[in-house]
């Protein structure tokens, strides 16, 4: 157990497994005054993340941060200018764009990553034509080659949510998205994906988390499973190891996009400026395993 859960442990504070035989093995309360450095870093760029996504995303302190014990990501509606491409694309010489909103995207890269166990977030998100909040993860090493041969696992994404919508319950927005990218380099990838209609979503936290094998992963919403995907539905990578390429560790990433083509091409169309800043708020993240066999 690593020291800052040995000390939630002798606090009382340790958190209740979600059924026998699960140990955390790292978390993030969101309990100080700044965000954990040692736990999470940014990305900050304008890319967009090849979707056309509207923001850049930053590091400032108005577009992250702790607020009454909760991760706050806030998007704003606001001129800004930064990095057309990601760290690890752009050369010396990339230029800066200009986009009309400013967000935050935070990763565990090169900071923690897991192979299997549950990884339970608890959140409250934003609502409107052109929201995109993600709870998702990606390989700390491209074992099997560039996006999405070595994978991509989106544990929560919504969008558009509370907007007019004929064919969801109650009539507005209110589906969360599971997902796994596979099979081969863009753009000849695959994926598998379910939509949950769940009409809790537009009030208050909810529980959204995978329990992730060899052999499966699931999808959950407040401790009930909605979707799962067998390893035989995703092994495509030509490996023959169990669970490829689910069966490497993946790292975490917590954003909040704004426009793109999958929000953009659904409900009312396009991005609806109005309601700014829009915020995905934050209350914990856990990462629970089973102990190996021995």
Known sequence: MSAALLALALAGAAPEPPAPGWQLVWADEFDGQHIDRA?????VDCWGGGNEERQCYTRSRRNA????????ITARRERISGPALPADRRAADTPDVTRDFSSA?????????WRHGRIEVRAQLP???GTWPAIWMLPEKNAYGPWAASGEIDILEAVNLGVPCAECPGGRETRILGTLHFGGPWPGNLQAG???PYPPVLAGFHDYAIEWDAQRIVWLVDGVP???????????????APG?????PFHLILNLAIGGRLPEGRGL????AAGYPKQLRIEWVRIWQRPAPP
């Not at 490829?244 to 490497?248: E, G, I, L, N, S």
Request: no cysteine; aromatic share 10%.
């Open 39 to 43: 736990k999470w870093g940014f990305d």
């Open 65 to 72: 941060a702790i607020e009454d014990g909760q991760l706050v």
């Open 105 to 113: 995207r935070l990763t565990t890269r090169g900071k923690a990553a």
């Open 127 to 129: 609502q409107g034509q």
């Open 194 to 196: 379910s939509e949950h």
């Open 226 to 240: 909605y979707a799962q995907r067998q390893a035989s539905e995703w092994r495509t990578t030509g490996s023959t």
């Open 244 to 248: 490829a390429p689910f069966d490497r």
């Open 269 to 272: 169309g396009g991005v609806d």
